[in-house]
């Protein structure tokens, strides 16, 4: 076995006889016991300034803690385990003789790690003597990863003394050091008066030990991470947590709201990572969760019958188990919750809310990346998470006692499971993995293609010394399992034709759209041009004459334009609704000029009329002056000779109609009359007046001279 051996102590100090004296006759009485506790507890404090003096310091507080005796409880001296300090006793377990008083003889210094927390260490000569496991260092990331596939990673956590133990007069009989290295000492009991005196120490190493100060993050991002991310690499991983019960196995698991565990971290981390890289956002993350209670499996997340286990391609599973997809971390803590209320608790001595059953949550990853060469790469990762069940009862341990027999009968499957860490350990070639329903379904975990990681979980008390030995006995045991190699759990996929094709067709499209954007830009940038110089050009002066003869001669015209033009070039002469006021405003503009061509019609209708009537009333005149015309040269204002003095005269020599009733239209349907019947000679409606001819008429009289509009006098 190259794990646990004895060392025997050397160096030490050699006690007072006197007070040798005192410890090798244990039967005086209070008196001399609580002397002899004093003068222990003065020897040790001279010790620990002489230390500071020799500036190593010594950490007080975990040695006062270590060595503190409660005063109410009456009880054997003792000392802390002491490293050997000679080459002959390089031995993991040290048997410290406790019937001599031990100083600390080798020097320690203390380190302080990123918590702050102060922990001593022994010289490296002497930390490399205390095991005979080859010195591996822990600390560095990159190391873990290299052993991770290769064998089991075992880490230890110390959990704080209770309130009932401390209540109980308990003592810390464990001390973490150097953040691996883990120290047991095994207080004489005092009815064995053949050990009375003799205290025995133990020490191992682990890949990483938690002092009773650690914090959940730390105690995941050291343990699990790694695991977590070997997972996402498409590689199957298991973390299980063994030890006493009350030893804080699903504290560290499960943990509280406030401070979470190792499954609900492993789980946040696994859906953020996964997320970022998925390349298609497609992932699926599924998880069971089940557990062995009595030899039966049940269900915890849909309970019912008891499961039923197979194996098949995969390994062994549980058949009619339900998976249940989980899209998120809070989907998962839910149904965590609710699988912990199904869950089969009972109070014990040690634990309130004892888990009597092995709980096994498994998560199931599939996503997909890319690859360098844009490959897609379809990852599958299982990752099994594991409570155990208290090992108190089950002590699998060398010493076949009572108890353990007991316990064996009580919980088979802690007993299967330290009987498959021994073969495997022992490289046999039969594993009794079918011995117990726990030990099947952790058969890929233990001797498959898995990395795992165990959690030994400790209690500090005396009082479960027994436990607590057995407990880092077996995680030591579990160290020298080697685990088979894992291959990644990835596919290429092949991309689709019809995909390359599409993707194809997007590119292209994606390049014309640029393009045909660029030239849009460009003509633009040329409307713009183009509208800056008819804007310059059109701001100089411009003459009446140059504007169109078609457009109204009104003075808000040129005001009108110079504000349409300028809403153009405000940058919204390309938009629908620039066009659309545009027309607008043509069109106003229009019915403007029509409205002033109207007006302008009217007007020249008036003044027309007019001028007919003052001619009337000349008529009228010489009509009553005898028929006969002369004009004088006073009458030179109204020398003029009408269409009338024209006419030939009256046939039927009826009275001249006054102009009045000569300009009555004859019917009320007559057209009325348009400017272009007054200014042109071919007005059709000239004819309709009431039998009066028109110039034209006039004009065409072969008998009459062609007159003048205006006869001027002589
Ligand atoms: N590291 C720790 N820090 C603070 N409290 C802890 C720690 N570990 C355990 N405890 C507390 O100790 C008590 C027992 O822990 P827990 O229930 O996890 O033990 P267990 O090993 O799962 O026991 P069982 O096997 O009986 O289920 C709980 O109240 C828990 O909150």
Same mark, same amino acid.
């Given at each position: 076995?190259?794990?646990?051996?004895?060392?025997?102590?050397?160096?030490?100090?050699?006690?007072?006889?006197?007070?040798?004296?005192?410890?090798?006759?244990?039967?005086?009485?209070?008196?001399?016991?609580?002397?002899?506790?004093?003068?222990?507890?003065?020897?040790?404090k001279?010790?620990?300034?002489?230390?500071?003096?020799?500036?190593?310091?010594?950490?007080?507080?975990?040695?006062?803690?270590?060595?503190?005796?409660?005063?109410?409880?009456?009880?054997?001296t003792?000392?802390?385990?002491?490293p050997?300090?000679?080459?002959?006793d390089a031995?993991?377990?040290?048997?410290?003789?406790?019937?001599?008083?031990v100083?600390?003889s080798?020097?320690?210094?203390?380190?302080?790690d990123?918590?702050?927390?102060?922990?001593?260490?022994?010289?490296?000569?002497?930390?490399?003597?205390?095991?005979?496991?080859?010195?591996?260092r822990?600390?560095?990331?990159?190391?873990?990863?290299?052993?991770?596939?290769s064998?089991?990673?075992?880490?230890?956590?110390?959990?704080?003394m209770?309130?009932?133990?401390?209540?109980a007069?308990?003592?810390?009989?464990v001390?973490?050091?150097?953040?691996?290295?883990?120290?047991?000492?095994?207080?004489?009991?005092?009815?064995?008066?053949?050990?009375?005196n003799?205290?025995?120490?133990?020490?191992?190493?682990f890949d990483?030990?938690?002092?009773?100060?650690?914090?959940?993050?730390?105690?995941?991002?050291?343990?699990?991470?790694?695991?977590?991310?070997?997972?996402l690499?498409?590689?199957?991983?298991?973390?299980?947590?063994?030890?006493?019960?009350?030893?804080?196995?699903?504290?560290?698991?499960?943990?509280?709201?406030?401070?979470?565990?190792?499954?609900?971290?492993?789980?946040k981390?696994?859906?953020?990572?996964?997320?970022?890289?998925?390349?298609?956002?497609?992932?699926?993350?599924?998880?069971?969760?089940?557990?062995?209670?009595?030899?039966?499996?049940?269900?915890?997340?849909?309970?019912?019958?008891?499961?039923?286990?197979?194996?098949?391609?995969?390994?062994?599973?549980?058949?009619?188990?339900?998976q249940?997809?989980?899209?998120?971390?809070?989907?998962?803590?839910?149904?965590?919750?609710?699988?912990?209320?199904n869950?089969?608790?009972?109070?014990?001595?040690?634990?309130?809310?004892?888990?009597?059953?092995?709980?096994?949550?498994?998560?199931?990853?599939?996503?997909?990346?890319?690859?360098?060469?844009?490959?897609?790469?379809?990852?599958?990762?299982?990752?099994?998470?594991?409570?155990?069940?208290?090992?108190?009862?089950?002590?699998?341990?060398?010493?076949?006692t009572?108890?353990?027999?007991?316990?064996?009968?009580?919980?088979?499957s802690?007993?299967?499971?330290?009987?498959?860490?021994?073969?495997?350990?022992?490289?046999?070639?039969?594993?009794?993995?079918?011995?117990?329903?726990?030990?099947?379904?952790?058969?890929?975990?233990?001797?498959?293609?898995?990395?795992?990681?165990?959690?030994?979980n400790?209690?500090?008390?005396?009082?479960?010394?027994?436990?607590?030995?057995?407990t880092?006995?077996?995680?030591?045991?579990?160290?020298?399992?080697r685990?088979?190699?894992?291959?990644?759990?990835?596919?290429q996929?092949?991309?689709?034709?019809?995909?390359?094709?599409?993707t194809?067709?997007?590119? +292209?499209?994606? *390049?014309?759209?640029? /393009?045909?954007? %660029?030239?849009?830009? #460009?003509?633009?940038? @040329?409307? &713009?041009?183009? !509208?800056?110089?008819?804007?310059?050009?059109?701001?100089?002066?411009?003459?009446?004459?140059?504007?169109?003869?078609?457009?109204?001669?009104?003075?808000?015209?040129?005001?009108?334009?110079?504000r349409?033009?300028?809403?153009?070039?405000?940058?919204?002469?390309?938009t629908? +609704?620039?066009? *659309?006021?545009?027309? /607008?405003l043509? %069109?106003?503009?229009l #019915?403007?000029?029509v @409205?002033? &061509?109207?007006? !302008?019609?009217?007007?020249?209708?008036?003044?027309?009329?007019?001028?007919?009537?003052?001619?009337?009333?000349?008529?009228?005149?010489?009509?009553?002056?005898?028929?006969?015309?002369?004009?004088?040269?006073?009458?030179?204002?109204?020398?003029?000779?009408?269409?009338?003095?024209?006419?030939? *005269?009256?046939?039927?020599?009826?009275? %001249?109609?006054?102009?009045?009733?000569?300009f009555?239209?004859?019917?009320?349907?007559?057209?009325?009359?348009?400017?272009?019947?007054?200014?042109?000679?071919?007005?059709?409606?000239?004819?309709?007046?009431n039998?009066?001819?028109?110039?034209?008429?006039?004009?065409?009289?072969?008998?009459?001279p062609?007159?003048?509009?205006?006869?001027?006098?002589?």
């Open positions: 076995m190259p794990v646990s051996t004895r060392s025997q102590i050397s160096g030490e100090a050699e006690p007072n006889p006197s007070t040798a004296t005192r410890l090798r006759n244990p039967h005086h009485g209070l008196k001399e016991k609580l002397r002899t506790l004093t003068l222990l507890y003065e020897q040790q001279q010790a620990s300034v002489s230390l500071k003096n020799a500036s190593f310091r010594f950490p007080e507080k975990t040695v006062m803690r270590e060595n503190a005796m409660p005063n109410t409880v009456v009880t054997r003792f000392v802390l385990p002491q050997p300090s000679n080459d002959d031995k993991e377990n040290a048997v410290i003789g406790a019937d001599r008083i100083g600390f080798c020097p320690r210094k203390t380190t302080t990123n918590n702050n927390n102060v922990s001593v260490c022994y010289s490296a000569t002497v930390a490399r003597k205390l095991s005979m496991q080859e010195p591996e822990v600390d560095g990331i990159s190391e873990k990863q290299g052993k991770m596939g064998r089991i990673m075992v880490f230890v956590r110390l959990r704080p209770n309130k009932k133990e401390k209540e007069g308990s003592r810390c009989c001390r973490v050091v150097n953040r691996r290295d883990v120290y047991l000492t095994e207080f004489a009991n005092e009815n064995d008066y053949l050990r009375l003799r205290l025995r120490g133990r020490h191992f190493t990483a030990a938690f002092p009773d100060s650690a914090s959940q993050q730390e105690v995941y991002s050291t343990s699990t991470s790694e695991l977590v991310e070997a997972v690499q498409g590689r199957n991983g298991s973390v299980f947590c063994y030890g006493a019960t009350g030893a804080g196995k699903t504290y560290t698991m499960l943990g509280t709201v406030e401070n979470p565990g190792v499954m609900v971290l492993a789980i981390d696994l859906f953020s990572k996964i997320r970022q890289r998925s390349c298609d956002g497609n992932h699926v993350v599924h998880l069971s969760y089940l557990e062995v209670y009595n030899e039966t499996v049940r269900d915890l997340l849909s309970p019912g019958r008891p499961l039923v286990l197979r194996e098949d391609k995969q390994g062994i599973v549980a058949a009619g188990l339900t249940y997809r989980a899209y998120s971390t809070d989907e998962v803590m839910a149904l965590l919750q609710q699988g912990n209320q869950r089969t608790t009972e109070p014990t001595r040690a634990n309130e809310t004892s888990s009597r059953s092995h709980a096994i949550l498994q998560v199931m990853v599939e996503y997909r990346v890319r690859d360098a060469a844009m490959n897609v790469i379809n990852r599958v990762g299982k990752l099994s998470l594991i409570d155990l069940a208290g090992s108190e009862r089950a002590l699998a341990t060398d010493q076949r009572l108890r353990s027999l007991e316990g064996a009968n009580i919980n088979r802690l007993l299967a499971l330290s009987s498959c860490i021994n073969a495997l350990v022992e490289g046999k070639k039969h594993i009794p993995y079918r011995n117990s329903k726990l030990t099947q379904l952790l058969k890929d975990s233990l001797g498959g293609a898995c990395n795992t990681v165990m959690i030994a400790i209690s500090p008390s005396n009082f479960s010394f027994g436990e607590t030995q057995n880092v006995h077996w995680a030591d045991r579990a160290k020298e399992i685990l088979k190699v894992s291959d990644a759990n990835e596919d996929l092949p991309v689709p034709e019809i995909e390359t094709d599409q194809k067709l997007v590119l +292209e499209l994606q *390049k014309e759209n640029r /393009e045909l954007r %660029i030239q849009l830009a #460009q003509h633009q940038q @040329k409307m &713009l041009t183009l !509208e800056a110089q008819s804007l310059a050009s059109h701001s100089s002066p411009t003459p009446p004459s140059a504007e169109p003869l078609s457009t109204p001669p009104t003075s808000a015209q040129p005001v009108e334009k110079r349409s033009r300028s809403s153009f070039l405000a940058g919204t002469c390309f629908p +609704e620039t066009k *659309k006021k545009g027309a /607008e043509a %069109i106003k503009t #019915q403007r000029t @409205k002033t &061509l109207e007006a !302008e019609i009217e007007r020249m209708k008036k003044d027309h009329k007019l001028r007919l009537k003052q001619k009337d009333d000349i008529i009228r005149e010489l009509s009553q002056n005898g028929g006969r015309q002369t004009l004088t040269a006073g009458e030179a204002g109204k020398g003029v000779v009408t269409r009338s003095s024209l006419r030939p *005269k009256e046939q039927n020599n009826s009275e %001249i109609k006054s102009p009045s009733q000569r009555r239209s004859p019917a009320p349907t007559a057209k009325k009359r348009t400017f272009w019947d007054i200014t042109t000679n071919n007005s059709p409606s000239v004819t309709t007046l039998g009066r001819k028109t110039r034209s008429h006039v004009l065409a009289e072969p008998t009459a062609p007159p003048s509009m205006l006869l001027q006098d002589d």
